[in-house]
């Protein structure tokens, strides 16, 4: 895991600065001004952009440990304190998407697998297939038209943390929440579906009912339980699609969160602040899968790790 | 006894998939409507996509503008039907060049395997702990915004995961006789791979590209929506919506509904499509 991160941290630091143009060109261009060499260079030495790259390197990478991801070009202040203001925000959206996606998932692929090749079957798996198709972006576009139109409500613009006012944090982040969670959901659909269906089929299912078990037992007892192994999989390693939702969505509810942050960073070419959030996002994805891992070798007994 | 032209083979073959898979059926027709649409876009679209008309902004769908017009008083129909020129050239350029060096990579390492193994599937993983549209994002950082860069940013993303599923198929095929015999006969790595392995991982190096297809429409919208991928003035679909969503919603909805329907609806294709020929070319090979 380390290694790994430490790869992704050399790759996104120098591949930042391969190309010429930086931040502090941006800046200058930005204002129409006339810069003079001599205001350039000083701008560069202020960022430390005039040392050499390994420098600015180890610089970066050493002060990660004390969780120093260094200064951000653009506003100056410290990158950790950046993120830090907007994490909880991200935090609460991404769990409430999993929650949408888990409540979702888990009964509709069901229902699916135990009406298999019936219109409700059908039903379901063409819901699976366009939560794949359409993009949570536009999703939460047409859920503001509509309460606009025929509401004319919005969803709250400033962030109440949920211990505050329960009411008016959900409010907010609901509907985010269920555009990113529907696309998150339709994966874990047909995953549920096909895991149930395959689980059926196995001999441990035809004893329990043979020796008379009730069909709710055998249902929930034996197959539930088993079924869900690769939808946890699943979810977890879909994660990849909850950042993205995440970074899109975030951009269409205005939500001053992680996502947005990344974007604007891009955009202002703050390489700081673009390198800590892609060790971070890296980091997070790597360590869901590990979790993940953990989770199947502590349900299933027949997984074990070296 | 009557000859059989390539021609009639093909065709007979694609009868046998649409009365097989109706649903992939229906995607591939939808995909050829598309690629009619973008290829004869200028005699099909009643308004130039790029001419501003102050006189016509933000005009509710009517008999002249049937889906209405934009800020600019452009034309959303033209708009959405050139935006599928942008769609399907990024988006076949990108699977195509994402699933070949994929493939490249996954059949090199295979077949050479040990250290020059090792080390391409390093580099792979390091690449797969990248959420995909993160990597696209840093590679937009890098290389700015435009539509031969987000193609990059497209590809590189796919480039790993087809690796990866090529180099598994390539694995078995490197202790098959023939390419053991091709060995023998004095053949060069090169020959090798591009004579008697490519032709044997076309199915999955198939799966992958149909499955990208779906997946690099949407990442462009979504680059393009959030300002990072095609830029102003071009027709993409993601660029329309951005935007429209706050500033637009009341005065003109239907700004937001089109050009969403016409990203979902060619994703939907795109996948039914891939998934069908996923099932035909290989039932075993599950990829969510």
């Not at chain 2, 390091?126 to 987000?150: D, E, R």
């Amino acid at each position: 895991m380390l290694p790994t991160l430490f790869g992704v941290a050399v790759l996104v630091f120098f591949l930042l600065r391969v190309l010429p143009g930086d931040i502090v060109e941006l800046k200058y261009s930005g204002t129409g001004a006339y810069a003079p060499k001599e205001a350039l260079a000083r701008e560069r030495a202020q960022l430390g952009l005039d040392q050499p790259l390994w420098k600015q390197f180890t610089v970066w990478i050493s002060g990660i440990p004390r969780f120093d991801f260094g200064t951000s070009m653009w506003t100056g202040q410290p990158v950790a304190h950046e993120i830090a203001i907007r994490l909880e925000l991200s935090i609460e959206l991404a769990l409430l998407a999993t929650i949408v996606a888990i409540l979702i998932s888990v009964p509709l692929g069901t229902i699916a697998a135990v009406k298999q090749d019936t219109w409700i079957d059908y039903g379901i798996r063409l819901f699976a297939i366009a939560g794949l198709a359409i993009p949570s972006f536009w999703l939460g576009i047409v859920m503001i038209l509509a309460f606009v139109i025929y509401f004319r409500w919005l969803p709250p613009l400033t962030f109440t943390p949920f211990w505050v006012d329960p009411w008016a944090n959900l409010a907010q982040l609901i509907w985010p929440a269920l555009a990113v969670g529907y696309r998150y959901s339709a994966v874990a659909t047909r995953m549920t579906r096909s895991a149930v269906l395959e689980v059926l089929r196995e001999d441990y299912i035809r004893t329990a009912r043979a020796k008379g078990l009730w069909e709710r037992a055998v249902f929930i007892r034996h197959a539930l339980k088993n079924a869900l192994l690769p939808v946890i999989t699943v979810i977890g390693l879909e994660f990849a699609f909850l950042v993205g939702g995440l970074v899109v969505t975030e951009q269409v509810f205005n939500l001053n969160g992680i996502g947005k942050l990344f974007v604007e960073a891009i955009s202002q070419r703050d390489y700081t602040m673009v390198q800590s959030l892609v060790l971070l996002t890296a980091f997070v994805f790597i360590f869901v899968n590990f979790v993940v891992d953990l989770i199947n070798a502590f349900l299933d007994p027949r997984i074990r790790y070296g | 006894m009557v000859e059989t032209t390539a021609w009639q083979r093909y065709s007979r073959a694609a009868l046998r998939f649409a009365r097989r898979r109706p649903l992939g059926a229906v995607g591939a027709a939808v995909i050829i409507i598309m690629i009619l649409a973008a290829v004869f876009a200028g005699v099909i679209a009643p308004f130039d996509p790029l001419i501003n008309d102050y006189g016509a902004m933000l005009q509710a769908p009517s008999a002249g503008h049937w889906f209405g017009t934009d800020a600019f008083g452009r034309d959303v129909l033209s708009r959405i039907i050139y935006g599928s020129r942008t769609a399907l050239w990024v988006g076949f350029f990108s699977s195509f060049l994402g699933a070949t060096l994929g493939a490249v990579i996954g059949m090199s390492s295979a077949y050479f395997g040990g250290k020059i193994d090792l080390l391409l599937q390093r580099c792979m993983d390091l690449l797969l702990s990248f959420p995909l549209i993160v990597l696209a994002l840093v590679v937009v950082a890098v290389l700015g915004t435009g539509t031969l860069n987000v193609i990059l940013a497209i590809t590189l993303p796919m480039v790993p995961r087809c690796a990866l599923v090529v180099r598994s198929s390539a694995l078995t095929l490197r202790e098959m006789p023939f390419v053991e015999a091709a060995r023998a006969l004095g053949f060069g790595p090169l020959h090798i791979i591009l004579r008697h392995m490519a032709p044997n991982v076309m199915a999955p190096y198939l799966i992958m590209l149909t499955a990208f297809l779906g997946q690099a429409i949407l990442l462009e919208a979504s680059l393009s929506f959030l300002g990072l991928g095609v830029s102003e003035p071009q027709a993409a679909w993601g660029l329309m919506l951005r935007g429209a969503a706050v500033d637009f919603a009341e005065r003109a909805p239907w700004m937001a509904i089109y050009p969403g329907v016409a990203i979902s609806l060619s994703v939907f294709a795109f996948n039914l499509f891939g998934d069908s020929l996923r099932d035909a070319l290989d039932p075993k090979l599950r990829l969510s």
